[in-house]
């Protein structure tokens, strides 16, 4: 039966969503691809690529090409279009903050750091942070759809508030998306109508992290995707399933570092003992390692540095990362045994242990883990830069994702 007019355009409407996500994360660089990615006819594709680009979200090349070493006819190369509209994106941390504004594609558009004390109310840094991005968005006259916060805290939903900013002096419980939102108000930033301020998300940033990392990184293509990182202190997870975020039922999944590793280890801040959190961190490594930690917002860079410069002539620090890489690989095996991923990515100072001796690590996931299957999922390095704050683009870019036709002009 052919179809009525009406419902190939509902369905070329329907597909409009996956045909976005697909050229923004680079699953469909060409028409063709996209034809047989979303088993739709090829007038379909064609017209959803033409409303894509009629929104000023995607470029369309006009002149089919063969992809190189391709024997299949030509096809039109899809890209997200690089003057298209961006999101505002923040990331607080310890040591300040920093601000983008990020295009489709996870393309970081314009930056600016901000180095400041984090006060003890929330809405200072927001203001700041806030104020940056909306410096950006003047200078470079882009169009903004939304923003996305990425906070260094377990952000409890559906309230948006910071529950444990334990490295910041925020008070827990602070309600920062709220706060977020009251900030782009204040700063004129709008939303996709131009008149209305832009909706604020907020979110944990390992978990911002992961979800970067498997739309743009070290992630595409995995299906249930671990991601377990450092920052200066402590250790945090998160998990992607099938595209999207696990977050549990009140945004507080993958709290994974506190499983024990060291039943007699350090005492931890959540009361217990020996936790990943405290025995796998950047300060665990350096105290390891006999050296002295300095304040704590330097303390993942001299760790990284001290990685770099003396693991192959200093047996103190080889052995501190080797201990590190032990406790690491404990806490791994754990989580690969309750999750079983497909693919485990690191970052922060897990990463440069993992680059130090992966196959230390994957040996001790291997020994401890069911089966011994788990020695089979692939560890790999965490590869974006900035991937926090492209991960909050990605919250501010979900709705556009989900409806292209929000990102229609008024
Ligand atoms: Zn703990």
Redo the contacts with the bound molecule.
Sequence with gaps: MTPTRTTKLERGRGALGPALELVHTGRAPTRAVLTAELGVTRATAGAVAAELEALGLITVDSRPAVAAGSQGRPSHRLSVDPGGPVVLAAQVHADGFRAALVGLGGRIVATVPGAVTVEADPAQVLTEVVGAGAGLLRETGRRCLGAGLAVPSAVAEPEGTALNPLHLAWPPGAPVREIFTRCLAEAGVTGPSGEAPATGFAANDVNLIALAEHRHGAGRGARDLLCVATGHRGVGGALVLDGRLHTGSSGLALEV??L?VDPDGRP??????G????ETDPLAFLEAAGREPGPETGLLKRALELLRTEYATDPAVRDAAHLLIDRLGLGLAGLVNILDPDRIILGGLHRALLEADAERLRSVIAERSLWGRSGKVPVLACELDYSGLVGAAELAWQPVLDDPMTAARG
Aim: neutral net charge; aromatic residues 0%; hydrophobic residues 15%.
């Design positions: 570092g506190h024990t931890c801040h959540c009361g217990g003992r936790c990943l959190d405290v």
